[in-house]
């Protein structure tokens, strides 16, 4: 299957055709099924996000509240090693030199 180019803007989850030059993107290059996963890990960090956004008002829940801090980090990291993986050398070194991929760590900081 051919791959394809694409922007993808970590904060927002948003994955576009085409560069916004206003916004911060990184470029990947993936066929539909990479895309599919993705979007999936995007909706997963949704999911976990409003986890933890509902921990925030029952600070007596501070067991459950680490773990859906956990998994929601464990999601985060994912994509970035998702999009590393599907990075273009520029994007690759990018995400090196933000220290969210550090290569002798394995993947993550």
């Known amino acids: 299957m051919a791959?394809?180019?694409?922007?993808?803007?970590?904060k927002t989850a948003e994955i576009l055709d085409e560069k916004d030059p206003a916004t911060f993107a990184v470029e990947i290059e993936?066929?539909?099924e990479e895309m599919v996963e993705l979007r999936n890990l995007f909706m997963e960090?949704?999911?976990e996000d409003?986890?933890?956004f509902f921990d925030?008002?029952?600070?007596?829940?501070q067991e459950e509240a680490m773990t859906d801090n956990e998994q929601?980090?464990?999601?985060l990291n994912h994509i970035y090693e998702k999009i590393y993986e599907l990075g273009t050398p520029e994007t690759k070194q990018q995400l090196e030199?933000?220290?969210f991929i550090k290569r002798q760590a394995g993947w993550r900081t």
């Open 45 to 47: 960090l949704t999911e």
């Open 3 to 10: 791959k394809k180019r694409y922007y993808v803007h970590p």
């Open 72 to 75: 929601y980090e464990q999601v």
């Open 56 to 61: 925030a008002f029952f600070p007596f829940q």
């Open 30 to 32: 993936a066929t539909e």
């Open 97 to 99: 030199n933000m220290q």
């Open 50 to 52: 409003s986890d933890t």
